[in-house]
Structure formats: C-alpha cells, structure tokens
DNA sequence: GCCCAAGTGGACACTACTGTCCGTTTCGGT
DNA sequence: ACCGAAACGGACAGTAGTGTCCACTTGGGC
C-alpha cells in the first residue's frame, strides 16, 4: 500500500523551498511568541503569502507535527547512532537541552492537545523513541526502578516550561541546563534522608 | 500613609458579593480553559455582566493577582503556624500540591508574565514568603546547599507544567504529587552515582 | 417608604485573526 | 521560446473577543 512508485506527482522546486521556509519561520515564531502566534505572523516572517502557508498546512497542528517531525529524526539518529548503550536515554533528554530546546519543547505541550489528528499520529514514534533506551536506563540503575515513560513525558513538559523567557537575562539554555540538573539529581542533597511527607 | 482609616468610602453588600463570585468564577475558569480564557467566559460563568467584571479588575492580570493574592495568604499563614521549623519549605512545597493546584500553578506563570504590574507587585512578597524557609532548610540539609530562590520558581513552573489535562485519566492531584516526588528525590537512584554529561 | 448614588448588564463599535477565493506569476517539459 | 499546469499572494468576508457606554435596577441612609 506504500508502495507504489507512481505516486509521486513531482513537487516544483520553488514549492519545496517555500515549504522548508515556513517550516523555519515556525520554528523561530512558536519559540518567541508561543504556539498561539498568530498564523499570519508566520507567513509574514516566512515572506510568503498565507494562502501559501495554508495550502502545505492545513493547521498550526499540522506545521507543530512537521516540525517536530525534523527534531523527532535527528533524536532517532542520535539513538540509533548510540545504539544499545545503557546510557542512551539520559543523552536522549540531554540532547533535547543540548540543541536549543524551543521546538523540542512542542513534543510534550502539543502530545496532549486533545483536537490534534496531526500530532495523535506521532505518538507511537515517540514512544518507540523512548521504551528501549529507558527500560536499558532502568535495568542498568542508571534511573530509578520505577520510571515510566508517563514519567518521561511528564518531566519533558517540566523541562519544556522553563523555557519561557522571565526576563532573568538567564539564557535559556542555561536556565534548561539547570532544571535537568535539579531533576536528574533532585532537590535533596543525595545523602539526607528528606523525605516528602505529603500525607502522614 | 497606609494609616488613612477615613480611606473607606463603604462599599456595596451586593458588590462585595458580586467580586468573591467573579473570582470564584474565575479561578474555576482558568483551571480549565487556561489563563487564556474568554474574560467574556468568567462573567457568564459567574452569572455577572461584563461591564461588572471589567469594573472590578480592570485587566486579566489584576484578576489574576487577587486569585493568588488569597492563596498567597493562606501559605503565608501556613509558613506562619510552622514558625522557624527547618522542614517548612517542604510543607510550603506540598502544600501547594496537597490544597488543588489550580491557582498556585497561576504564581510562577503570571510571575515572569512581563507587562503585568498588577502581578509584579506580588513579587516581593512571594520573595519574603520563600526566603527564610529556603535557607533554613538549607542550613538543615534538608534540600541541597546550592538551591537558590530561582530555582524554587522554576521548579514551581515545572510542577505547573503536569497541571495540564493529558487525558490519561490521571487526576492532577496524583500528578502533582508524582512530579513532586520525581523532583524532590531525582531521576537517579539515591546511591547511583550516574551524572549528567552534558559538555564533556 | 423615599430617594439618590452606587451598581448592574445588555448593546455597540472596534480590532485581530481566520480561512478561502481568484487573478497573476513562475516553473519546467517540449 | 512557448505553453499549460502548478504555485503564489493579496483581497475579502466571516467570527470571536475586547472594552466602553448608558438606560435601568437596587441597596441603604434619611
């Protein structure tokens, strides 16, 4: 069924171009003024129409799915490139800090929008990406034995809202930097017995 | 200057009634429908007009100061009744998680909002709430020793991040208390002496 | 019980964004 | 170089939210 080689009806060049065009002004337009940036804005900063922007993307999900399509590769190549190594997971979420976060940030805000067909479709990548890497994490006691993938997409949201600009004058890498670090290694110095008594 | 007691000019029963209803109303409506909801939606939710509502906050960040204004209150009476106790930055902690965390979820959001000065006001006190506990608690060894007021912020803005419904059926109260947990005690097991890598 | 100031809420004009339509431009095969 | 198809983007009408105005209602001092 995906395999018919005539089903390609040969996209004009300028198309493509205007298409990887609006895929970067998303990018940088959702990183400084939020998922709910206007459309329009998008468009303009792409220097294209907004029909243009309509006609490859028939909604802000879509162009959130495309984008996070490109971050979705690059991690799996990197997981791929690591291969069965028992600390692939923790480079997996180092990674996302690494390379400038915005977009990678998307994954866990738009995983839960609920009216979203575009991105329900990128799901199960998402949780291929994840099981192997941390279920090896797990078994070699390099996370905690009772991490879960909800767990990881929790803490991708955590991570995803320091991301927003409090006008510390803290990059935003640094301020990611720090969060993984207080998350990895948690609130409690490692030795105290600190415990969180929510109920008695 | 704060002394006037002639200051009163003696406000209306029903007003009176009429504002406790709007953010009432209002704190039910930006838990579900986000800080972002139609102002237009608080009113009717609250069976007021909207004239009503803009009389009383002039814009959605006054509303939202007197929201966290209450619950301000309450944690500054809780931080109170703990006195010099070493653990009452915990308590402070969890409490905010224990008592439905809706509102408190609104401190960090709306703290780093920037043209907000109906809620930077709120700042120093948010600042004069933290402090002692923070360093009591560090100079107890309950929590690391190189935790700064900043980092509190933005584990409170990670611990907000999970309040989103993710239609897993989870209540927000188990994954409040589960990001907690992962955030007090860290990804890594307590002895593990794994570590996060991120620039050799 | 009366009256006026305080308070109310529906109506209105305004703005920002959305999504589509259509005349014009550009690509690429011949 | 030419031509048809593909792609473009400005224009347009529709919608949702905002903030204000004003004729009407209600509380509470006298």
């Known amino acids: ?28 337009v959702y990183a400084s003024a939020g998922f709910d940036a206007p459309f329009d804005a998008i468009a303009r900063h792409a220097g294209v129409g907004r029909a243009t922007l309509y006609r490859n993307f028939p909604d802000r999900f879509a162009l959130g799915a495309a984008i996070i399509e490109d971050d979705l590769a690059a991690l799996e190549a990197i997981a791929r490139k690591h291969g069965d190594r028992p600390d692939t997971f923790m480079t997996l979420l180092t990674g996302m800090v690494e390379r400038h976060t915005e977009a990678h940030a998307l994954v866990p805000v738009l995983l839960r929008e609920p009216g979203a067909p575009a991105l329900q479709a990128l ?54 930097a720090r969060a993984l670090e207080l998350l990895v290694h948690g609130l409690v110095p490692r030795a105290a017995g600190a415990r969180v008594t929510s109920r008695r």
């Open 123 to 176: 799901v199960p990548r998402v949780t291929r990406l994840l099981t192997a890497p941390l279920e090896r994490a797990r078994a070699a006691g390099l996370v905690r034995a009772d991490l879960t993938l909800t767990d990881v997409i929790d803490v991708l949201a955590m991570l995803a809202a320091v991301l927003a600009d409090d006008g510390s004058g803290r990059s935003r890498h640094g301020r990611m």
């Open 1 to 28: 069924m995906t395999s018919l080689p005539e089903k390609k009806p040969a996209r004009r060049r300028d198309a493509e171009e205007n298409r990887a065009r609006i895929v970067a002004a998303a990018r940088e």
